[in-house]
């Protein structure tokens, strides 16, 4: 319950310091710096938790392995970027996250106010993997933001349980 109310916080209240922008852009190549840079200030808060929680308990990788991960953390995301999406709408989510499978394709697939939502939790990471495809981001990055919410790789699990833990 805690780790909620403190992600909501974040959410509310997301700073970024000078440090974690410097490294983003040293971490990231120009485009896909480009590409963090379109996400909302909420998304790319929990961006740099989620690469900072990698790189601090991922040390054993291979250093190709570890940068493009730490690409990929920040990027999983951004396809959310598409769409503009309200903190209620965030807080929806999360809650949804609980409910059965049945009434989330239910209420996704309806025409209220719940269906944006809904849709973009299900779509963003192939969103996401088509804009760092189009930015000319390697394959390896583009898979691991698709794949973050539905890993099939090693890293693909590393990368959503830190996604599930910020």
Not at 11 to 21: D, K, M, S, V
Not at 140 to 156: D, N, V
Request: include cysteine; charge should be positive; charged fraction near 20%.
């Amino acid at each position: 319950m805690f780790y909620r109310v403190h992600q909501f916080t974040h959410a509310f209240f997301p700073h970024i310091n000078c440090l974690e922008i410097k490294w983003t852009r040293n971490t990231l190549s120009p485009e896909a710096y480009a590409l963090f840079l379109k996400q909302s200030r909420t998304e790319q808060r929990h961006a740099l938790d989620v690469a900072k929680s990698i790189f601090n308990n991922n040390r054993a990788l291979s250093y190709s392995d570890l940068q493009n991960l730490l690409a990929a953390a920040l990027l999983h995301d951004c396809g959310k970027s598409i769409v503009s999406i309200r903190l209620w709408q965030r807080v929806f989510i999360v809650l949804m996250q609980k409910m059965p499978q049945p009434l989330w394709s239910c209420l996704e697939n309806s025409h209220t106010i719940f269906a944006l939502p809904l849709k973009i939790s299900t779509q963003h990471a192939t969103w996401g993997g088509c804009l760092a495809e189009k930015a000319g981001l390697n394959p390896e990055i583009c898979l691991l933001i698709r794949e973050h919410h539905a890993p099939k790789t090693k890293l693909g699990r590393i990368l959503a349980r830190a996604d599930n833990t910020h």
